[in-house]
């Protein structure tokens, strides 16, 4: 079984609120559709509740050890950014900055950030990773014209685009383009979202056509691919076996309202929707849980 002690402690605390990884992330409240302002998805509980003197978080991860973990580490900058916007408190940008740097300070020569080597030494990159730090390197850039956190950018944006049989996190298919959370597991549907907006950031703020091909390609791929993640009474994390936790189909739900902001396609609202009346079912959300229980025990 790939159960312990420590993984039933992490869920339980994911389930009953108490995990600072799974914070409530709804729509973005700050964000815009013209410029790099604010992000699309509200991470601002990573740091509200966090502790205040906190500038680069640590995290426990599955192993149970205490890492510097880079998606959460650009998340709780993104975050830091969002706070910042809505209040003018320096302190926030200080968090900002300071995750900005570690992001360059930790970046690899290639552009890569080693992101999983703690499950998986052997496939330790993420497109989510090289998303979310591209979006949140980008904001840093606006407040401060710093080059190297124009140099970050450029090199975190080749390496995500990097061919998965290459070594980096994005997978050509054909027409179609798949952007890894975990270039080692099925397609994790959160993390494409989040991986793309990194791309959608770079391509607003350097008007980039050939990257904009890519992402054009990939949100093709995204509206043909969605329908495969619903099971008729929930979504799937994963286009593997895996379905979501409560927190993930709620995260889905919030995504999808973005992406139909974002981008006008009507299939987002559509699941999103769906997606919604299922939570808000009395017994879909009952099954849900006991099947992601049972998958959670025996995966």
Excluded at 64 to 82: N, P
Excluded at 227 to 246: L, N
């Amino acid at each position: 079984m790939g159960v312990s002690i420590y993984k039933i402690k992490k869920w339980y605390k994911m389930m009953t609120g108490q995990s600072i990884s799974h914070v409530n992330q709804g729509v973005g409240t700050c964000y815009s559709k013209t410029e790099v302002r604010g992000y699309y998805n509200d991470l601002t509980e990573k740091v509200t509740k966090d502790a205040p003197e906190i500038l680069v978080p640590k995290y426990h991860v599955d192993t149970g050890e205490e890492i510097y973990f880079s998606i959460g580490i650009f998340q709780y900058g993104l975050a830091a950014y969002d706070l910042f916007l809505k209040t003018k408190d320096e302190s926030y940008k200080a968090k900002l900055l300071a995750c900005a740097d570690w992001a360059v300070d930790n970046q690899q020569e290639d552009g890569s950030w080693v992101t999983f080597a703690y499950e998986n030494p052997e496939h330790p990159y993420s497109s989510m990773a090289q998303g979310e730090g591209i979006s949140m390197l980008i904001r840093a850039y606006i407040e401060t014209n710093q080059e190297k956190y124009l140099g970050a950018i450029k090199k975190a944006k080749v390496f995500m685009l990097k061919p998965i049989n290459e070594g980096g996190a994005t997978n050509y298919s054909g027409e179609d383009i798949y952007l890894y959370e975990c270039t080692h597991d099925p397609l994790i549907l959160n993390g494409w979202i989040f991986s793309l907006w990194g791309l959608y950031d770079y391509c607003k703020y350097f008007a980039d056509a050939e990257v904009q091909k890519v992402l054009d390609a990939t949100l093709c791929t995204l509206v043909k691919k969605l329908p495969e993640f619903d099971i008729g009474y929930w979504s799937k994390y994963e286009d593997g076996k895996r379905i979501c936790s409560p927190f993930y189909h709620k995260l889905h739900i919030a995504q999808l309202r973005v992406m139909y902001d974002l981008f006008g396609d009507k299939v987002y609202q559509e699941y999103a929707d769906k997606w919604e009346r299922y939570q808000n079912s009395f017994w879909m959300p009952k099954r849900a849980f006991l099947k992601k229980a049972f998958q959670k025990v025996f995966e």
